[in-house]
């Protein structure tokens, strides 16, 4: 249909907004990128703005050929790729039953589950229980204490109820199929964009997380990528207040810039890789044709 003149205008307002705010959002980001292949000095002099000046890759060079963080970024895949398979059977195991109409006691147990998202036992009682179960200092210390959230046994558990049609798993019991075949021959593969966001938010979670290690780690070869990031930023900020009138002192307060920049891009590149993998999933018109008649 035709548009009006006013809607033309209010049209190019929201687009003229909607730009800026992308700018706003994606500009800290591009400044980062940009900062990490220039030349430590122009950074610290304020000449990067738009592009990158005297291309320098010192910043990166240095990071690589440091031997802890390598390894705290292999800790780090591997904190989050075995502790995101865990989280999404737990999540999948608590989920399927509650929404069932069928399971006796849901009410019950779905209180008794959004009871602990309001109420914790606190930090201190945490670190008790993780220290008598002897996963200090273990790649359990980083999994077990957040195997499952509450809130995203709550999402996927609505959307089984509400997405997943009753008539097809009634038709798979009929034909003699157990609970468990049913939800992983009917349920699970009509469940992909549900499966997309649960292993997007719980492998962000999992990627970015560093309290955990910084309160159940104290050796630094468990360490992950982000608490060693910590430790850069936090240097960082404490070297900005010393008084720069060595040349060397100069030089490598420079180099730490630069590795601040490049680790903040190691670190975010796998995250932002993994969403157009899996923005596909999030269509919900997965369901459409999946009943006849």
Known sequence: MPQSRSERIAGVFIYIILSFITLLVLYPLYFVLIASISAPETVMRGDVWIWPRELSFVGYERLFANSELMRGFLNTLLYTTTGTALNVMMTIAAAYP???ADFNGRGIFTAIIVFTMFFS???????????????????????????????????MRTFFQNSIPKEMQEAAFIDGASNM????????????????????????????????????LSDRSNYPLQLFLREILVQGQMQEMVDISD???????????????????VTNLPMLLLYPFLQKYFVKGVMIGAIKG
């Open 98 to 100: 509650l929404s069932r």
């Open 181 to 216: 075949r049913v939800l992983w021959r009917i349920v699970l593969p009509l469940s992909g964009p549900i499966l997309a966001v649960m292993v997007l938010f719980y492998a962000v979670g999992h990627w970015n997380s560093y309290f955990s290690a910084l309160i159940y």
């Open 121 to 155: 036992g606190g930090m201190i009682p945490n670190y008790l229980l993780v220290k008598e179960l002897g996963m200090l200092d273990t790649i359990w210390a980083m999994i077990i204490p957040s195997a499952v959230s509450v809130w995203n046994i709550i999402i």
């Open 247 to 265: 040349d060397s002192l100069a030089r490598s307060l420079m180099d730490a810039e630069a590795i601040k920049y490049a680790a903040v891009i």
